[in-house]
């Protein structure tokens, strides 16, 4: 099997420098004793959030709960930067891109949960199938550009984790059960408490849901548990479980050409193709073990061992119903991981008058992705439990189609180190990220081709240094500005293996500031300049992705954040609020015979408007107008898709402009009890969500009331 080995960036002066900075104080003595701030590899920022020396926001439980978002993505609307595109109703396919981050498959934001990566494989395919459901987190914590040496891979752009809910001091259970129009059911249980030293979580989440077309039909079940034992004031143990089941019947990635969809732009049963036949099923189970342990009080350890398993079977017709004698035939893809991260962060004594506070971790991947192409003989039916025949052969044992099967392995090692230098109200940390990755794909089955029996080997090393310089010597307010190296590994998955991984220089400038009460700013301005960037060209015949490097790229846009509350200016029972959230990003070729086109699925203007009421006696009533630009989604950035001519030659989609609201009223009864309402696109506007397998319509008109209890 031959072995490529590619390193880049290699340690340079700068790397050399910034590793001196770092380590410099390990060297003096230990003498005083200062209260360390927590660590713990569960949490992408710290509780002390404003001494953060980047972007980043946080949507906690009670922001969820105020906003209501029928999904995931929806959530995302209220993150200035975060842009999602949807490929169902529910979000179940992720698509989250931050800043200059194409949004498809979040292949490009690294997801993590409690600190966990989530991404299918984050060294593999790191495309993501499974994101939590929001009715269990605590909150959403999204860092945003440069300062992300703590973690990697995909840090380009941006890093979104999930925290789950903690246990309570006092017993807390909540019920909540919501049902509307287009099939929308929603049910969720949550209990957590804590007994002595021993703290519970256990949440079960459930919801359902029509899908964009016709035959689709989309349902999930979620349960977590999670368990932290304060073994004594140095030690603490915490454990988690979740398993997440999806079944989702006429799924399929094969849209409607302009035609089918002026005849009628949510049917696929027009096509007489069998759709609802199609399906997808994802099984998601994630255990993690954290041990977090105060050495002294200048030093403190964070660990995680983590495994997740995805299975994800996919299963589509060839045209005709397996009643009518056709086949089908499925992409059965399964992925492992195995992982530890340990960090440690130590404060030593102060140098003159700098303080320091050094961070420094290490973390160990395994990585397993089995990518199975299996078929079945004419008139079965396949699905999850009916997977059909990998080692099919075309003409034997009356199969008229051949499987295939590929593995694919990986392994990656990365430390980091950084030191956070404050002297008065300047803190300049310097940090320095090493990532070692293996990548290998073996064929094991594909008749008729010279892959088969054969493999090859990757192997790349990065430096990818950093620096940030967080002023704080205004009244509540906090300047910050950060470079950093970071990289994506290019997907295993290509006919073209192995691809160069894509890796950019990022900075920003940004403010965030609270001086004016009432009024809450958090603003930046980023610049990327992207080597190699790794775009998804076409499709295969089934319809799955093939990745390019395309050219290098350069992105530069503003993030802005605004909240306004009228109760900091007029002693009132009610609250008038305004917020938006705003992004403006420029991503462009920079080279060849791309240059000056678009980078796909990056609009320039995307952001929303929320307009509001609260009043103190607990209720309130809020509306937002959510725009999504216009955006490419070929690299040829070829015409937007109209009313004349054909598909064959459009790549742009429209923009939209799409209002949600939600109201909520606290009863004044003994049981905390919550009546609620929610609905998006309430103007029920027909718009194209994505064109990139054909036209798939956004989500209709839906509108889902409920109850929340808590006792």
Do not use: C
């Not at 980043?56 to 995302?76: K, N």
């Not at 459930?206 to 004031?233: C, I, L, M, P, S």
């Not at 954040?561 to 609250?575: E, I, K, M, Q, W």
């Amino acid at each position: 099997m031959p072995a490529n080995k590619r390193k880049v960036f290699p340690l340079h002066p700068l790397s050399f420098a910034l590793a001196l900075a770092i380590t410099a104080p390990w060297a003096q003595a230990n003498t005083l004793e200062i209260t360390l701030p927590e660590l713990d590899v569960r949490s992408l920022v710290p509780e002390s959030s404003e001494d953060v020396p980047g972007a980043f926001s946080l949507l906690t439980q009670e922001d969820l709960e105020v906003y209501r978002p029928l999904s995931l993505h929806d959530a995302f609307d209220f993150v200035p930067g975060v842009r999602t595109i949807d490929d169902d109703v529910l979000g179940l396919r992720s698509g989250i891109g931050v800043r200059g981050a194409p949004p498809r498959r979040s292949r490009k934001v690294l997801l993590l949960e409690d600190g966990t990566p989530i991404n299918n494989s984050a060294y593999l395919d790191s495309g993501a199938h499974y994101t939590p459901p929001m009715q269990r987190l605590e909150r959403i914590e999204v860092l945003k550009g440069a300062g992300q040496i703590v973690h990697g891979p995909l840090n380009n752009h941006g890093i979104i984790n999930f925290r789950n809910l903690r246990p309570s001091l006092t017993p807390e259970t909540k019920v909540e059960l919501g049902a509307g129009n287009q099939g929308n059911q929603l049910q969720h249980l949550m209990h957590r408490r804590t007994e002595g030293d021993l703290g519970l979580v256990f949440a079960y989440t459930g919801q359902k849901a029509d899908g964009t077309f016709d035959v689709e039909r989309h349902k999930f079940n979620d349960f977590y548990a999670g368990v932290e034992w304060q073994v004594n004031d140095q030690h603490e143990l915490a454990a988690s479980v979740t398993h997440f089941r999806e079944r989702s019947q006429g799924y399929d990635e094969s849209n409607l050409s302009l035609d089918q969809f002026r005849t009628d732009p949510r049917s696929k049963r027009q096509l007489n193709q069998a759709r609802e036949f199609n399906n997808i099923s994802v099984d998601y189970t994630k255990l993690d073990l954290t041990h977090n342990f105060q050495i002294n009080d200048q030093t403190r350890l964070s660990t995680q061992a983590f495994i997740t398993d995805l299975d994800r079977p996919r299963f589509q017709t060839r045209g005709t119903s397996p009643e009518n004698n056709g086949v089908m035939e499925g992409r059965d893809r399964r992925y492992e991981t195995r992982g530890i991260d340990s960090r440690i962060e130590f404060t030593p004594q102060s140098s003159g008058s700098v303080d320091h506070q050094i961070q420094a971790g290490v973390r160990y991947e395994d990585h397993k992705f089995d990518d199975r192409r299996p078929v079945g003989r004419p008139g079965e039916a396949l699905n999850h439990s009916n997977r059909g025949n990998v080692f099919a052969r075309s003409g034997v044992e009356g199969y008229t189609r051949d499987g295939r099967f590929v593995e694919y392995r990986g392994e990656a090692f990365s430390a980091f180190a950084q030191n956070a230098m404050t002297w008065g109200d300047w803190t300049l940390t310097p940090g320095l990220r090493y990532e070692m990755f293996k990548q290998a794909m073996f064929t094991k089955y594909r008749p008729g081709s010279s892959s088969e029996g054969r493999g090859e080997k990757e192997r790349n090393e990065l430096f990818l240094p950093g620096l940030s310089l967080l002023y704080s010597g205004w009244d509540h307010t906090e300047v910050y500005a950060g470079i950093h190296r970071g990289y994506a590994p290019a997907s295993a998955r290509s006919e073209d293996f192995p691809l160069i991984p894509e890796t950019g220089i990022n900075s920003q400038l940004g403010i965030r500031s609270q001086a004016i009460t009432g009024l809450s700013l958090d603003a930046a301005l980023y610049h990327n300049r992207i080597k190699n960037t790794l775009i998804r060209n076409s499709v295969d015949s089934f319809g799955d992705a093939l990745f390019i490097n395309a050219a290098d790229s350069r992105i530069s846009g503003l993030d802005l954040g605004l909240r306004l509350d009228s109760n900091a200016f007029v002693d009132s029972p009610y609250n008038l609020f305004a917020e938006t959230a705003l992004n403006y990003t420029r991503a462009r070729f920079s080279q060849g015979a791309l240059k000056g086109n678009h980078v796909p699925e990056v609009p320039e203007w995307a952001g929303s408007l929320t307009l509001g009421v609260e009043h103190a006696q607990g209720w309130q009533l809020s509306a937002t107008w959510s725009h999504f630009g216009a955006f490419f989604t070929d690299i040829e950035n070829t015409r937007e898709l109209d009313v004349t001519g054909s598909e064959d030659d459009a790549g742009r989609v429209q923009s939209r402009t799409l209002l949600s609201a939600r109201a909520s009223y606290t009863l004044p009864t003994q049981l905390d009890t919550t009546l609620w309402i929610q609905g998006r696109n309430l103007t029920n506007k027909l718009y194209i969500a994505d064109i990139q397998e054909g036209i798939r319509p956004g989500a209709a008109r839906s509108v889902m009331a409920g109850v929340t209890l808590r006792f």
